[in-house]
């Protein structure tokens, strides 16, 4: 029982035998080694006596990011996240963290070494196109992962603290905007666009009008069933998804209920009807999606961008950019015309308003300067009404004089 020193092997250990557990550590060599053998084991003789056992605590070996990282995705984002969003976690690990961090154990990522992966990245472009920039969103998302990852560690107690924190302004260009994370539609471009697909793509002009004036993500579009339109209440349920041929719930795990336009509802009542004809004619069932392809399949995004967004560019003689946009210029329309960002928030399914607002309130900037504009009236109106002020003034001490 107790602290012993032992010469093994050439070097000076110390034995600890408390209460039926043991622990070996080595200490040194030669004469310094035993003399530090000597003072360590004095010392934990003593804690061992005042019942501090944490000398005998196993000590663990710092995980290798790489280890870890697949540790996160099997107890972390398989069981709370999408497929789908698990798939893009393990790509951003694959192909861009391991290379970097992956055999460096976790206490030895710093800030610094974070800040200098971020600028190479930013700097030395894609991977997947040689030659061409990567983007800073791409960058954004590749350190998102790792942020999340590294504050899961320090909630397992294997770091202190998490070394990727507010590091997120590293991760963007230096001459990016706000505006550069959307790339929305004008108003003109809009009614343009959808006035192409009404007389020159009928068969875009149902879908691609329902993401302008709703605002849904394409998941959400392609998971839309026959009765997930209200048409009475003027609403359009968002109760599922389809990514990558599955089906799941909303991105936020959350049915909403987003307000339709007039003019949305009777041109998905007019496509339903004809939809509903053409199977009679064909002799089939109709399909229970609202946006199926000829075989009764849900759309998928090859089918929409493919067979009907990029024709419907060219005809309309856009620059191009990808159908997510009608979802910006959706929220982008609504905040020009005064809506409230909860309001916002709700229509676009955001799981907080501080996505809303990280997303678009440079938007909301140049509403505010009015508000301040009206103090001009307030005052002067007072001013112009020296009674009312005293009224005022006298009904203020009659209240603080209260006993």
């Given amino acids: 029982?107790?602290?012993?020193?032992?010469?093994?092997?050439?070097?000076?250990?110390?034995f600890i035998n408390h209460k039926g557990r043991r622990k070996a550590k080595r200490i040194g060599v030669e004469e310094p080694g035993k003399k530090a053998a000597k003072?360590?084991?004095?010392?934990?003789?003593?804690?061992?006596?005042?019942?501090?056992?944490?000398?005998?605590?196993?000590?663990?070996?710092?995980?290798?990011?790489?280890?870890?990282?697949?540790?996160?995705?099997?107890?972390?984002?398989e069981i709370n996240c999408k497929p789908s969003t698990v798939e893009e976690y393990a790509k951003e690990i694959r192909l861009h963290l391991l290379p970097a961090f992956g055999n460096l154990t976790l206490p030895e990522i710093t800030r610094e070494g974070i800040k200098l992966y971020l600028a190479q990245k930013l700097?030395?472009?894609?991977?997947?196109?040689?030659?061409?920039?990567?983007?800073?969103?791409?960058?954004?998302?590749?350190?998102?992962?790792?942020?999340?990852?590294?504050?899961?560690?320090?909630?397992?107690?294997?770091?202190?603290?998490?070394?990727?924190?507010?590091?997120?302004?590293?991760?963007?260009?230096?001459?990016?905007?706000?505006?550069?994370?959307?790339?929305?539609?004008?108003?003109?471009?809009?009614?343009h666009l959808l006035?192409?697909?009404?007389?020159?793509?009928?068969?875009?002009?149902?879908?691609i009008l329902t993401m302008a004036k709703t605002g849904i993500r394409e998941s959400e579009l392609f998971g839309l069933q026959r009765e997930d339109p209200d048409f009475a209440r003027q609403v359009l349920w968002i109760r599922r998804g389809i990514s990558k041929g599955r089906i799941s719930t909303p991105k936020n795990r959350k049915v909403r209920r987003v307000d339709l336009t007039s003019q949305v509802c009777q041109i998905l009542k007019d496509y339903v009807m004809r939809r509903d004809a053409e199977a009679v004619l064909a002799g089939r069932e109709p399909s229970p999606w609202l946006f199926s392809m000829p075989n009764g399949e849900p759309m998928?995004?090859?089918?929409?961008?493919?067979?009907?967004?990029?024709?419907?560019?060219?005809?309309?003689?856009?620059?191009?950019?990808?159908?997510?946009?009608?979802?910006?210029?959706?929220?982008?329309?609504?905040?020009?015309?005064?809506?409230?960002?909860?309001?916002?928030?709700?229509?676009?399914?955001?799981?907080?308003?501080?996505?809303?607002?990280?997303?678009?309130?440079?938007?909301?900037?140049?509403?505010?300067?009015?508000?301040?504009?009206?103090?001009?009236?307030?005052?002067?109106?007072?001013?112009?009404?020296?009674?009312?002020?005293?009224?005022?003034?006298?009904?203020?001490?009659?209240?603080?004089?209260?006993?």
């Fill in 1 to 14: 029982m107790g602290v012993r020193i032992r010469q093994r092997d050439g070097a000076w250990w110390i």
């Fill in 39 to 77: 003072v360590v084991a004095e010392k934990i003789q003593a804690r061992l006596i005042l019942g501090d056992l944490s000398a005998l605590d196993v000590e663990r070996k710092p995980l290798r990011f790489a280890q870890y990282a697949d540790t996160w995705i099997k107890v972390y984002a």
């Fill in 123 to 191: 700097q030395a472009g894609s991977t997947r196109w040689q030659g061409r920039a990567m983007g800073a969103g791409a960058v954004r998302n590749i350190f998102d992962v790792l942020r999340a990852i590294l504050n899961h560690a320090v909630d397992d107690g294997l770091l202190p603290s998490n070394p990727a924190v507010r590091l997120g302004k590293f991760a963007r260009r230096k001459d990016e905007t706000a505006d550069d994370r959307t790339d929305v539609f004008t108003a003109g471009e809009l009614a």
């Fill in 195 to 207: 006035a192409v697909a009404e007389m020159e793509t009928p068969e875009a002009y149902p879908p």
């Fill in 300 to 403: 998928g995004v090859g089918h929409l961008v493919r067979r009907l967004w990029e024709p419907l560019l060219s005809r309309a003689g856009l620059r191009r950019r990808g159908p997510h946009q009608l979802r910006h210029t959706y929220a982008s329309l609504l905040i020009a015309q005064g809506a409230h960002p909860k309001y916002i928030q709700e229509q676009l399914g955001h799981h907080s308003i501080q996505i809303t607002m990280d997303l678009y309130g440079h938007l909301f900037e140049g509403d505010h300067r009015r508000y301040v504009e009206a103090l001009d009236t307030v005052l002067d109106a007072t001013a112009r009404n020296p009674r009312a002020t005293e009224s005022r003034c006298l009904a203020i001490r009659a209240v603080v004089s209260r006993p």
